[in-house]
T-cell receptor, first 112, second 116 residues
């Protein structure tokens, strides 16, 4: 079955870069996602990458995908206190089922 | 669009009582998901519907849990009888099956359930 793993906690200083990592076991995923959950709120899609891409950049966000190692990462440049949240990686498959498989979530704390 | 709407936002009940959580998906979406989030188990998919039909309910923990989707704009998740270990935040999410390939799910704000 699908297994998506993340480290639980990450702390960085404001202004530094954050790198959140994710590993997955099923190589047949089509899309991989990063969702952000702010305190007291639901998850919100932050960015995504198609499985035939290696990298995607969107302003302060850089997503790297290593399909060989089944490793996905999210880099946040110039991390701000507003970036403090839980970040989930998720994968989707070309099954038509439309459901996602979420990781355990990484709680990012930004220290002023 | 108002986004996914869930009610109530908070629910406190006593063990043994029936609890009903409600969800209104985004208009036009045809897939709906119920998730449960706890500190211990993280985010768990309970059940999802495509075109109002339950597709996969393997995540529903026990027979005490049931979910319905009588029409495209409304779904309920019922727990009867409730137990303290059911305390969690329950999220509803919706998406458009066959829509944009990126498969984005839109989450509601969640219902925080506390069973005493």
């Amino acid at each position: 079955g699908e297994d998506v793993e993340q480290s639980l906690f990450l702390s960085v200083r404001e202004g530094d870069s954050s790198v959140i990592n994710c590993t997955y076991t099923d190589s047949s995923s089509t899309y991989l996602y990063w969702y952000k959950q702010e305190p007291g709120a639901g998850l919100q899609l932050l960015t995504y990458i198609f499985s035939n891409m290696d990298m995607k950049q969107d302003q302060r966000l850089t997503v790297l995908l290593n399909k060989k190692d089944k490793h996905l990462s999210l880099r946040i440049a110039d991390t701000q206190t507003g970036d403090s949240a839980i970040y989930f990686c998720a994968e989707a498959f070309q099954t038509g089922a439309n459901n996602l498989f979420f990781g355990t979530g990484t709680r990012l704390t930004v220290i002023p | 669009d108002a986004g996914v709407i869930q009610s109530p936002r908070h629910e406190v009940t006593e063990m043994g009582q029936e609890v009903t959580l409600r969800c209104k998906p985004i208009s036009g979406h045809n897939s709906l998901f119920w998730y449960r989030q706890t500190m211990m188990r993280g985010l768990e998919l309970l059940i999802y519907f495509n075109n109002n039909v339950p597709i996969d309910d393997s995540g529903m923990p026990e027979d005490r849990f049931s979910a319905k989707m009588p029409n495209a704009s409304f779904s309920t998740l019922k727990i009867q009888p409730s137990e303290p270990r059911d305390s969690a935040v329950y999220f509803c999410a919706s998406t458009l099956l066959g829509g944009l390939a990126k498969n984005e799910q839109f989450f509601g704000p969640g219902t925080r359930l506390t069973v005493l």
